[in-house]
């Protein structure tokens, strides 16, 4: 059983900064992508950023050219770099991995993050 702990989520203010990490119980070279997902007040669950196995990263519209998604494979570490943050941010942050044989998806608990204007 895989598991996934996130850190560094709490109170931030517009036009600040936070950085989120996620920790994993094995290598994350070992799982096919990973990512940061949210869940917004009212709003369903969307995709922040991913990052392949490989490195190819992508982005949520919403976050693109403020958020940066990055990895240390030693360490075991997901991170979450959130620039420029807008009240819009304002959600529960979840750590995904997946992997592809068999096809399986683990999540972290989840940690809030809250933007005040």
């Known amino acids: 059983q895989v598991q996934l702990v996130e850190s560094g989520g709490g109170l931030g203010q517009s036009g600040g900064s936070l950085r989120l990490s996620c920790t994993a119980s094995r290598s994350i070279f070992s799982f096919t992508a990973m990512g940061w997902y949210r869940q917004g007040p009212g709003h369903e669950r969307e995709l922040v950023a991913r990052?392949?196995?490989?490195?190819?990263?992508n982005y949520g519209d919403s976050v693109k050219a403020r958020f940066t998604i990055s990895r240390d494979i030693a360490k075991n570490t997901l991170s979450l770099q959130m620039n420029s943050l807008k009240p819009e941010d304002t959600a529960v942050y979840y750590c995904?991995?997946?992997?592809?044989?068999?096809?399986?998806?683990?999540w972290g608990q989840g940690t809030q993050v809250t933007v005040s204007s």
């Open positions: 995904n991995a997946q992997l592809e044989f068999p096809p399986l998806n683990y």
């Open positions: 990052i392949s196995k490989g490195g190819n990263t």
